[in-house]
């Protein structure tokens, strides 16, 4: 069965960036829309960034538009996040998530998820 791994995660003061990486352990990659999603203690899991398999076609939350950045590269069968300009607001347990074809923004429709990587981000 394929896992999902994601590294990256850390301790940051505001206003740093970090890049996030999700690596599949194997099987197909380019035909997987990949998504980020976090959560932060005592808050429902929310989506943050998803990217389609099929034109590479993007969807950010309104809360990290114009900071965060998700791509993905399929010889690597990795997905990134690009966190620019972090907030103490974005401290949260990331996820990454994939699903067949497709990207949405809706947790519910994914079927193989991360373990997750904290980030935490001091004022």
């Known amino acids: 069965q394929v896992q999902l791994v994601e590294s990256g995660g850390g301790l940051v003061q505001a206003g740093v960036s970090l890049r996030l990486s999700c690596t599949a352990s194997?099987?197909?990659?380019?035909?997987?829309?990949m998504a980020w999603f976090r959560q932060a203690p005592g808050k429902e899991r929310e989506f943050v960034a998803a990217?389609?398999?099929?034109?590479?076609?993007?969807y950010t939350a309104d809360s990290v538009k114009g900071r965060f950045t998700i791509s993905k590269d399929n010889p690597k069968l990795t997905a990134y996040l690009q966190m620019n300009s972090l907030k103490p607001e974005d401290t949260a347990v990331y996820y990454c998530?994939?699903?067949?074809?497709?990207?949405?923004?809706?947790?519910?429709?994914?079927?193989?998820w991360g373990q997750g990587t904290q980030v935490t981000v001091s004022a």
């Open positions: 194997g099987g197909s990659f380019e035909n997987f829309a």
């Open positions: 998530a994939r699903r067949f074809y497709r990207a949405t923004t809706d947790k519910k429709d994914y079927s193989f």
């Open positions: 990217i389609n398999s099929y034109d590479s076609s993007t």
